[in-house]
């Protein structure tokens, strides 16, 4: 099993920033990749970004290329979501996702308003 714990959501003006952490703990030793998703009320929870620790390859959602960055510590088993130039529609609540030998690892969120 993983578990998965976030941090550092809040409340930000528009063109503000904030850094998202999960840490991971468990049985981390075989994480292939970290991710975070987002979700608001009445949508489906979507892809925001994801880091691959094997060669640190990342890939992002087109809504957040250029504002977000993730970035990741392996031997911490922690990554890092920074969001900059946040935008009222990013507000959501923000998921740790891990993957695991084939198995799928769920944070319990992280909520992230952005006021205009």
């Known amino acids: 099993q993983v578990q998965l714990t976030e941090s550092g959501g809040g409340l930000v003006q528009a063109g503000g920033s904030l850094r998202l952490s999960c840490a991971a703990s468990?049985?981390?030793?075989?994480?292939?990749?970290m991710a975070w998703f987002r979700q608001v009320p009445g949508k489906e929870r979507e892809f925001v970004a994801r880091?691959?620790?094997?060669?640190?390859?990342?890939g992002y959602h087109d809504s957040v290329k250029g504002r977000f960055t993730i970035s990741g510590d392996k031997d911490e088993n922690t990554a890092y979501l920074q969001m900059n130039a946040l935008k009222p529609e990013d507000t959501a609540v923000y998921y740790c996702?891990?993957?695991?030998?084939?198995?799928?690892?769920w944070g319990r969120g992280t909520q992230v308003t952005v006021s205009s």
């Open positions: 996702n891990a993957a695991e030998l084939g198995n799928t690892y």
């Open positions: 468990g049985r981390t030793f075989n994480i292939r990749d």
């Open positions: 880091i691959v620790w094997s060669g640190a390859s990342t």
